[in-house]
């Protein structure tokens, strides 16, 4: 099975977040390890994340917490293929997500993965587009 960080499921993670999301991210990360799970993220989401660290804690430890995040076990989608593109675009005119959100959408239905969020504004996609959201809290 394939499971999708939403960049405040992996932000949950680093910062700890106990109740918030930690404990259901720190489990899969142990399933992806032991190869039970295959955990992505796409790049996009990832600049999400590295945004809110540089954000919150500035430049210099947002680098290092991104450095030692690379030994994760989580596959990072680097490339944005035309369908994705096309039905990012498609979740982004009909429903009221950020931009990132609709690539993190449209990437889990590429791959028929499940998303990992606790981001609410995904919930109409879930009902609408038939999304599996495991939803961390």
């Given at each position: 099975?394939?499971?999708?960080?939403?960049?405040?499921?992996?932000?949950?993670w680093?910062?700890?977040?106990?109740?918030?999301?930690?404990?259901?991210?720190?489990?899969?990360?142990?399933?992806?390890?032991?190869?039970?799970?295959?955990?992505?993220?796409?790049?996009?989401?990832?600049?999400?994340?590295?945004?809110?660290?540089?954000?919150?804690?500035?430049?210099?430890?947002?680098?290092?917490?991104?450095?030692?995040?690379?030994?994760?076990?989580?596959?990072?989608?680097?490339?944005?293929?035309?369908?994705?593109?096309?039905e990012?675009a498609?979740?982004?005119?009909?429903?009221?997500?950020?931009?990132?959100?609709?690539?993190?959408?449209?990437?889990?239905?590429?791959?028929?993965?499940?998303?990992?969020?606790?981001?609410?504004?995904?919930?109409?996609?879930?009902?609408?587009?038939?999304?599996?959201?495991?939803?961390?809290?």
């Amino acid at each position: 099975m394939i499971y999708l960080l939403d960049a405040c499921a992996l932000l949950a993670w680093i910062n700890e977040e106990k109740g918030k999301g930690y404990e259901a991210v720190d489990a899969l990360l142990d399933r992806a390890r032991t190869g039970e799970i295959t955990i992505c993220m796409s790049i996009i989401n990832l600049t999400e994340v590295y945004y809110g660290l540089i954000r919150d804690m500035g430049a210099e430890m947002a680098g290092k917490i991104m450095r030692d995040a690379e030994d994760l076990p989580i596959h990072i989608i680097e490339n944005v293929t035309g369908a994705v593109y096309r039905e990012a675009a498609r979740f982004k005119a009909a429903y009221s997500l950020s931009l990132a959100d609709v690539f993190l959408c449209a990437t889990a239905q590429s791959l028929s993965a499940v998303v990992v969020t606790k981001d609410k504004e995904i919930a109409a996609a879930e009902q609408s587009e038939g999304l599996s959201v495991f939803w961390i809290t």
